[in-house]
DNA sequence: GTGAACCGGGG
DNA sequence: GTGTACGGTTCAC
């Protein structure tokens, strides 16, 4: 058997034989060692908990089940909201027989509930073998194929490039194992396309593209275009030595192909290329009879849907399109790519109205090339946005353990939920459900009564002091253990001022549990931190403790987010009203020490420091 | 005031 | 795809 290292940067499945067979796609590490690798592991099956009615009856259950067209049905003991249960593990043929089979499951008498059944096929790949995307992963097996054929498409002229080698495809014969992880550097590429629009904004079925701009993180820049500036002896050179000149849009296609392939990025990085840069590319592609084949597998882009939008998928790499994370994470009126780029770089960007291009574009001369340096600019501009922002979205990765393309797309909640899933998983929790569109009805009904709010004192104050309250969340939640399964009607218990819930002192809660490991490894982090006199190894671990302050302060706050699968008014009123005993407890505690508070809300307040009381 | 509808950003 | 955002603002009554 052959041993492959790889980074895992990508996960999906595909039937075979009516089995589901799941590709892990990663970039090779190791000696003599190139490219992607994507390996095929057969060995693994879809399933879902079962609860039963009667848990003293639960063979009854099991029974009942063998009607229905499964693999397998198991006894296991699951831990449920802090209960000990016995439900049976369901084990399927195909991924997609769980939803074809669910209902039929939850009506039969004997099965109360079904938990674990929304959980798409690939999540539970990693979370059940351990692995983490963006980490090292090491496989045992046999190569299927090697190829390293150097044949590439006819020439259709420009300069020469070499080939990527084509991925390594590897037939997994032991579980994966994640090895010790160390983040590898990934090659990213940024794109942005320009459109021929007389009309405004341009339609697909009519306005074509004229342009297509890249940057790599490895220094790599080129603008393809449809027309030349005329200043030139060279019919198909250009003055710029960036820009390359095609004869058509089919070519210029065909060209974007080549240059994706041939620089074989980890990540791809657009702007708004979500939605626009490539379903216009896919669109125009279809017209013209063009095959996108920018998938490791050769695959052409596949948009999914993320709520009400759609994402562009390349199998094997990872396309973020940067407009969501900077929505996401910068507050600003506008996220427009100047906006955002004067923003984190304090310098205004080249920039052209968009409604003028197509003016550009036809004046030619010093106006084509004002085009050409905008369209790279743009393109540069992304990869400078990538370099400042994926970092926290890398080590969110390892950190949560799903795949960078989720993560990306993901909001804090969302992350924390699947961080919690898998940490469920590794303590043998059973997930709780989504809420029910009845239950989310309900809970969006409910109101839990907000922070403290001290009116501000009217005034010029001098001497200032902010006290932020918002890191102290986590430390409530913890040392009140405030989690779902430690509500109790019992005895020796944490008491919430003004409601009186319950929580138990002991054993410590799922919710607290998590966050103190949360804390804890941050705390490791920086004092590692501290220790290092790598700079590159200090800027990682300074990713991983933002990436951990980000999840840790997001709990507070989840337990009334109705989507959340582990809400509970109980856990979040208590907390709340704990916030406001602490903020007024210490407002009070300041003023003996001199301070005189000006201004509360929720997570801290304001006080002007006047000398201490006599 | 309140709930529904719309919008973002791209050329 | 073991699917269906989100939060802010404006609109219509």
């Not at 809660?509 to 590159?536: C, H, N, T, V, W």
């Amino acid at each position: 058997m052959i041993t492959k290292k790889f980074v895992l940067l990508d996960i999906d499945y595909i039937t075979r034989n009516q089995e589901p067979v799941v590709r892990l796609f990663g970039k090779l590490l190791g000696e003599n060692e190139e490219g992607h690798i994507i390996v095929l592991d057969k060995s693994f099956r879809p399933y879902i908990y079962v609860v039963p009615s009667d848990p003293s009856h639960i063979a009854d259950c099991n029974i009942h089940l063998s009607d229905l067209n499964l693999l397998s049905v198991e006894q296991v003991s699951k831990n449920d909201m802090g209960e000990l249960k016995e439900v049976l593990k369901v084990t399927f043929k195909h991924p997609q027989d769980i939803p074809k089979l669910r209902e039929k499951i939850l009506n039969l008498k004997s099965v109360k509930e079904i938990r674990e059944h929304d959980i798409p096929f690939y999540r539970r790949y990693i979370i059940d073998h351990g692995l983490f995307p963006l980490n090292i992963v090491e496989v045992q097996g046999k190569v299927l194929n090697s190829a390293r054929s150097s044949q590439r498409p006819p020439k259709t002229g420009g300069p020469e490039k070499s080939p990527a080698p084509k991925p390594c495809i590897f037939q997994v014969e032991k579980s994966p194992t994640p090895l010790e992880s160390s983040l590898p550097e990934l090659k990213f590429l940024s794109f942005d396309i320009e459109v021929y629009n007389p009309r405004g904004m341009p339609q697909s079925d009519l306005d074509p593209i004229i342009m297509i701009s890249f940057s790599s993180n490895q220094g790599f820049r080129k603008v393809l275009s449809t027309k030349n500036t005329p200043d030139s002896s060279d019919p198909n050179g250009s003055p710029l030595d960036f820009v390359e000149v095609v004869a058509h849009e089919k070519e210029l296609l065909e060209k974007f192909v080549e240059t994706v392939q041939s620089e074989n990025p980890d990540v791809i990085l657009g702007y708004n290329s979500d939605s626009f840069d490539f379903p216009y590319i896919c669109d125009r592609a279809a017209k013209l009879g063009v095959p996108l084949k920018l998938g490791i597998d050769g695959s052409s882009p596949k948009f999914t849907r993320i709520g009400f939008s759609n994402s562009a998928m390349i199998r094997g790499r990872v396309h973020i399109d940067l407009y969501s994370n900077t929505r996401r994470y910068m507050h600003l009126a506008h996220h427009t790519l100047e906006r955002v780029y004067l923003e984190l770089f304090g310098e205004g960007k080249l920039d052209i109205p968009g409604d003028e291009i197509h003016i550009y574009w036809d004046e030619g001369g010093r106006r084509l090339e004002a085009l050409f340096h905008y369209s790279l600019n743009d393109a540069v501009a992304v990869t400078q946005i990538g370099e400042r922002m994926l970092p926290l979205s890398t080590e969110l990765t390892r950190i949560v353990g799903q795949p960078l393309f989720d993560v990306a797309r993901m909001s804090s909640g969302r992350l924390v939920e699947w961080y919690l899933i898998r940490k469920s998983f590794e303590q043998g929790y059973l997930v709780p459900n989504k809420p029910s569109s009845a239950q989310l009805t309900r809970r969006e009904g409910k109101h839990v009564v907000g922070g403290y709010v001290k009116e501000p004192v009217t005034g010029l104050h001098e001497n200032i002091v902010y006290f932020d309250f918002r890191s102290l969340y986590p430390s409530i939640i913890i040392s009140k253990n405030i989690s779902p399964d430690s509500l109790t009607s019992g005895e020796d218990c944490h008491i919430s001022p003004e409601y009186g819930h319950k929580f138990l002192k002991e054993p410590v809660g799922f919710i607290p549990l998590a966050i103190g490991q949360i804390l804890q490894d941050r705390i490791k982090i920086k004092s590692q931190m501290k220790e290092s006199r790598d700079d590159y190894q200090i800027s990682v671990l300074n990713n991983q403790q933002e990436a951990l302050k980000r999840l840790a302060n997001t709990f507070y706050g989840l337990y009334n987010h109705s989507t959340f699968r582990w809400y509970s008014l109980k856990c979040s009123e208590s907390i709340t009203a704990w916030g406001r005993d602490f903020l007024k407890k210490t407002m009070e505690d300041s003023e003996k020490q001199g301070f005189k508070p000006v201004y509360a809300d929720t997570d801290g307040f304001f006080a002007t420091y006047v000398g201490p009381m006599d």
